[in-house]
């Protein structure tokens, strides 16, 4: 399974990180416009006993490789998303840039909550 966001910044290593918490399955996340790990995002991952290491990944460093699923958490990343062999389902999930501590509090809750959707063999 493959998160992917603008910045694998923020949505998309939390969401690689509760979905791997909740089911040590195989799950990577990227983005097209990699940035530096957001401290909000690592101090939100403690609070979920989860300890957030990551270092942002491109997006082309992950394309040639096979997802089941692959989830686009952001409208930007969604318009630039490349071929993928298999080819895996896509799934969309727009949820906002979290910006400030109580954001990403937020886009942490909804993220958990979706994952718990997901299928268990994820």
């Known amino acids: 399974m493959l998160f992917l966001c603008t910045g694998n910044s923020g949505r998309s ?3 690689e990180a509760l ?5 040590k399955g ?3 996340s ?6 530096p ?15 957030l290491e990551h270092q942002p990944t491109h997006l082309d460093t992950v394309h040639h490789n096979r997802f089941d699923l692959v989830i ?20 969309h999930w727009s949820l906002p840039e979290p910006d400030n501590l ?7 809750a909804e993220l958990d909550s979706r994952i718990r959707y997901l299928p268990k063999e994820a």
């Open 102 to 108: 109580s954001s990403f509090r937020t886009v942490a």
């Open 30 to 35: 990227a983005g097209s416009h990699p940035k």
């Open 13 to 15: 290593p939390m969401a």
């Open 37 to 51: 790990l957001h401290p909000n995002a690592v101090r939100v991952m403690a609070e979920y006993g989860i300890t």
């Open 72 to 91: 686009s958490l952001c409208d930007r990343v969604r318009e630039v998303l490349p071929a993928f062999p298999g080819p895996p389902r896509l799934v």
């Open 19 to 23: 979905l791997r918490h909740r089911t």
């Open 26 to 28: 195989d799950v990577t």
